[in-house]
């Protein structure tokens, strides 16, 4: 069992490229779920889903997207990249209706850098 | 913003119980205490939660105050390997977007030989 598979796991990045985060995860989670982790700080929110076809914002998402077309799959897009969105990005998926006891499940994190 | 305050960082010696505590004063009646930890830049772990009752499970023991402001997550035997970033979460009960995990910056608990 995978669990929830990220990636890559590094990846460089110039100012003004793009290149999508890939997060898949085989638990049949309903809920998935983007966070950005800078150095020394807490993990914080960027997008998540409630399933398929639904997507919604957290507290950063700007100068991000996400699509949510199949259970499995939550990409994360980023456009245009700049030197801000250095950072680790981790993945997360959580059972049911994101209810008592169902602990997030996350994944093993992408390292990006822009320069 | 993160609506836990925990220390910063602390030390505990191999062997002996880690006692970490989280103020949670703003704990509405439908919010859980979850406490996660990181390991040296790896994804976050689930721990344990709770409500109002205390808790236990194979990793640690979660005691949360009668007036729910504030709880100890107890490892009763560290060892190197717990030296982690813990956090502690308060977080409703049904899901969108107040079911959603939010991080503070937690606290770097270092065991020592």
């Known amino acids: 069992n995978a669990g929830v598979t990220q990636t890559p796991k590094f990846r460089i990045l110039k100012i003004g490229q793009s290149m999508t985060l890939q997060c898949t995860q085989d638990?049949?989670?309903?809920?998935m779920y983007w966070y950005r982790q800078d150095p020394g700080m807490g993990l914080k929110l960027i997008y998540y889903?409630?399933?398929?076809?639904?997507?919604d914002k957290g507290e950063v998402p700007n100068g991000y997207n996400v699509s949510r077309s199949t259970t499995e799959d939550f990409p994360l897009r980023l456009e245009l990249a700049a030197p801000s969105q250095t950072s680790v990005y981790f993945c997360?998926?959580?059972?049911?209706?994101?209810?008592?006891?169902?602990?997030?499940?996350f994944g093993s994190g992408t390292r990006l850098t822009v320069v | 913003d993160a609506k836990t305050t925990q220390p910063t960082s602390m030390d505990c010696a191999e062997g002996r119980a880690a006692n970490l505590p989280c103020n949670h004063s703003?704990?509405?009646?439908?919010?859980?205490v979850y406490w996660y930890r990181q390991i040296h830049s790896q994804g976050p772990q689930y721990i344990i939660h709770g409500l109002k009752n205390n808790e236990t499970n194979e990793m640690a023991s979660l005691i949360i105050t009668e007036d729910r402001k504030s709880s100890t997550l107890i490892l009763p035997h560290a060892t190197l390997r717990d030296t982690a970033v813990y956090y502690c979460?308060?977080?409703?009960?049904?899901?969108?977007?107040?079911?959603?995990?939010?991080f503070g910056k937690g606290t770097k608990l270092s065991v020592k030989p």
């Open positions: 997360a998926s959580s059972p049911g209706t994101g209810g008592v006891g169902y602990g997030y499940t």
């Open positions: 638990m049949n989670h309903n809920y």
């Open positions: 889903s409630v399933g398929a076809g639904i997507t």
């Open positions: 703003t704990i509405s009646g439908n919010e859980y």
């Open positions: 979460i308060v977080r409703a009960y049904y899901g969108g977007s107040q079911g959603n995990l939010i």
